[in-house]
Nanobody
């Protein structure tokens, strides 16, 4: 089992930055693929970024060049550094983890992830 707890959400002005964190509780964190998804009010959940167990990364086109995903296996934590934030980035951001035997794949679909956090709100507004 894996429990995920996100933090770092806040309200910021356009052009600002935030760093989200996702702390995992299980012993197999380093073997899992980790991803961030987001869901804006009234919209479907969408993929944001993924990092594999070998630290390969992939981003949604909408955030490429502005967001960076990283992981610290010693701290069982995955991060999402968000720069140049736009109002359209406003959403609840969720952390997700794969099962260990598929931790090397760059999955972008939510059904590939078996563990989810509770979400953290990011609001970008002037």
């Amino acid at each position: 089992q894996e429990q995920l707890v996100e933090s770092g959400g806040d309200s910021v002005q356009p052009g600002g930055s935030l760093r989200l964190s996702c702390a995992a509780s299980g012993p197999a964190f380093s073997s899992r693929g980790m991803a961030w998804f987001r869901q804006a009010s009234g919209q479907e959940r969408e993929f944001v970024a993924v990092i594999t167990r070998t630290e390969a990364t992939y981003y949604a086109d909408s955030v490429k060049g502005r967001f960076t995903i990283s992981r610290d296996n010693a701290k069982n934590t995955v991060y999402l550094q968000m720069n140049s934030l736009k109002p359209e980035d406003t959403a609840v951001y969720y952390c997700a983890a794969t099962r260990t035997y598929v931790g090397s794949y760059l999955y972008t679909g939510g059904t590939s992830y078996n563990y989810w956090g509770q979400g953290t709100q990011v609001t970008v507004s002037s």
